[in-house]
């Protein structure tokens, strides 16, 4: 956002006779809270935030203690240009350091502690796999050219497997990239090419993971928290232990008006009648919808159920009444392919793996981001932390992983990632890193929590544009669709930044609020990050007219480049 656009805008119309009915206490909910009572000026006491669990933050989630272990379901990549967000965490007050933000906390962090990887890629039980060289085949290389100048429409319900080679699911590019934002080569190609743009500022040092930014603590205790205690300071009410079963809509031909709320709660159902001055922002899909944990001696049950999927039901019974709500079924009709498996081991009074790993990779923990064994059955990446939690003492250890793969036997442990207990899934871990020998004294000081998420990639699967509906759809005048399962134009999903400024919409369309929005940052318009991924791409040191003709002549779909290009005075870089 501009300076010149950071105002305080003038309440809108009628704003102080407006009440607002957030569906979803994840980060999209709290964000639309937040955006109405600072920005549209809403009184706060008019916002009321409706939540199935007991705890405010959905996916972004965390939570134990020593004795009986952390846990975190996921895990967030973040980086600085997620510009909604960070507007967001600047009006937040830091719970940690009183006088800072959440914004100046995470800056501090970052800076007190940049990530930057030096042990990307992990095989053989420990070795550092060489990902040195071009990230891809120039055949492949080509092929992502012609990938971004591709209209859109034109890849609808295609795959990763439909444009590119086999080769390219080994390549250095695909091994950093997709274990990074949990790709699969079933995946869309739409959403794909999104991140590829959309992230083109970081694809050339996908290797080192420099870009990604961390909270202090975990996003929960950094942000969630945090957001949720100041938005009830403001005077912000919260249901939680309450479920929208449905909403009722009224459609007349002109525009469509959400007329009823059912909610279930412990006292029963319950209904809420809306007039047009009550706005309902409805968080349509959760990555975590149906999530089921397991622990040390215990895996986690796979819940493949398909009657009450709570949110996602909602949207269903929406979609049947009207196709400009989307079409759910393109994203919920197969949890075989969007699932995976996430652990937490809780290491307490034994810093052996903690220890190996510094040492092996040269990373202090917390500081080198991710590691993908390229070499497991279950397709397992973690990120060790050092101090995750606030009151997590200086003898306890803790990691974040994941596997990609849970219907297929480990290579250590013999059978499906998802048969198995968390004892099981860090015993497979700890074999891959090289500690085969310490394995069982290791785990006599382990807790693991896991936890099997049905629908976690559901947003790729494969799907046309219109299966997601717009933050508005058309000719609804006081309800709106906010999280991870809306249509923004050339914008992604997975992301923090994506609920944050689905909300952001959401509120200022609703509410009239005349102030501009923040534009989304578009790295693929900047010649500089052009010319760095073209060069990192194809392993060259340098872009010269004499080489740049090759480069075209291997994509036809680059003469404009090339006519750029060769206006420039030699060398181009």
């Avoid at 999209?28 to 920005?39: K, P, R, Y």
């Avoid at 291997?554 to 030699?570: G, I, K, T, Y």
Wanted: charged content about 20%; proline content about 6%; aromatic content about 10%.
């Amino acid at each position: 956002m501009r300076n010149y656009d950071r105002i305080n805008a003038l309440p809108p119309e009628r704003i102080t006779e407006k009440r607002a009915h957030i569906i979803g206490g994840g980060i999209a909910g709290l964000s639309a809270a937040a955006f109405l009572a600072t920005d549209a000026h809403m009184p706060a006491s008019h916002i009321t935030i409706y939540e199935s669990l007991p705890l405010m933050g959905g996916a972004m989630d965390a939570a134990g203690d020593v004795a009986g272990g952390y846990t975190s379901r996921g895990e967030r990549e973040l980086e600085s240009y997620m510009e909604c967000l960070w507007y967001l965490c600047s009006k937040v007050p830091s719970l940690q350091t009183p006088g800072l933000t959440v914004l100046d906390e995470t800056h501090q962090a970052n800076v007190r502690e940049p990530i930057r990887s030096h042990f990307r890629l992990m095989e053989k039980q420990g070795q550092l796999y060489d990902y040195s060289g071009p990230l891809m085949s120039a055949h492949d290389a080509r092929r992502m050219m012609e990938l971004q100048l591709a209209p859109e429409a034109d890849l609808e319900m295609m795959t990763v497997t439909d444009w590119f080679s086999p080769a390219f699911f080994h390549s250095v590019f695909w091994l950093t990239w997709a274990s990074k934002l949990a790709f699969r080569e079933y995946h869309s190609l739409i959403e794909v090419r999104r991140y590829v743009q959309r992230f083109m500022m970081m694809d050339y040092v996908l290797p080192q993971s420099v870009g990604i930014l961390h909270t202090e603590f975990n996003e929960y205790d950094s942000i969630i928290k945090p957001l949720h205690v100041w938005l009830e300071s403001l005077g912000v009410r919260f249901r939680t232990g309450t479920t929208v079963t449905d909403i009722a809509i009224r459609d007349t031909g002109v525009e469509t008006l959400a007329t009823h709320l059912m909610l279930r709660d412990a006292a029963g159902e319950h209904c809420i009648d809306l007039a047009r001055d009550d706005l309902v922002f409805f968080t349509n899909g959760s990555l975590t919808q149906n999530a089921t944990m397991g622990d040390t001696h215990t895996a986690p049950k796979f819940d493949r159920g398909t009657t009450d999927r709570g949110c996602f039901t909602v949207w269903e019974k929406l979609a049947a009444r009207d196709a400009k709500f989307g079409h759910p079924a393109a994203f919920l009709s197969s949890v075989e392919a969007s699932n995976w498996i996430s652990y937490f081991p809780t290491i307490t009074g034994d810093a052996t793996f903690t220890a190996f790993m510094e040492a092996k990779t040269g990373d202090t923990a917390g500081t080198g981001g991710a590691i993908t064994i390229v070499d497991s059955a279950w397709g397992i990446s973690f990120v060790p932390y050092s101090k995750y939690f606030p009151d997590q003492p200086a003898d306890v250890h803790v990691l974040w992983g994941y596997g990609q793969i849970s219907d297929v036997p480990g290579d250590f442990v013999r059978k499906p990632m998802r048969d198995c207990t968390g004892a099981e899934m860090f015993a497979e871990v700890l074999y891959h890193c090289g500690l085969s020998d310490k394995i069982d004294s290791i785990l006599a000081h382990t807790s693991v929590s896991t936890c099997m998420m049905p629908y976690i990639t559901s947003q790729f699967m494969p799907r046309k544009i219109s299966d997601r509906p717009k933050v508005i759809p058309d000719g609804c005048v006081n309800l709106a669709f906010i999280g991870q399962f809306v249509e923004l134009p050339g914008d992604v999903v997975f992301t923090v930044e994506t609920s944050v400024r689905t909300a952001m919409m959401a509120v200022w369309g609703l509410t009239g609020l005349d102030k501009p929005l923040i534009p989304m940052h578009e790295p693929a318009y900047d010649v500089r990050v052009i010319v760095a991924s073209i060069k990192e791409t194809l392993g060259i040191d340098a872009i010269t007219p004499a080489n740049i003709k090759d480069i075209a002549a291997a994509s036809p779909a680059l003469p404009d480049l090339l006519a750029f290009v060769n206006a420039l005075p030699e060398p181009v870089v």
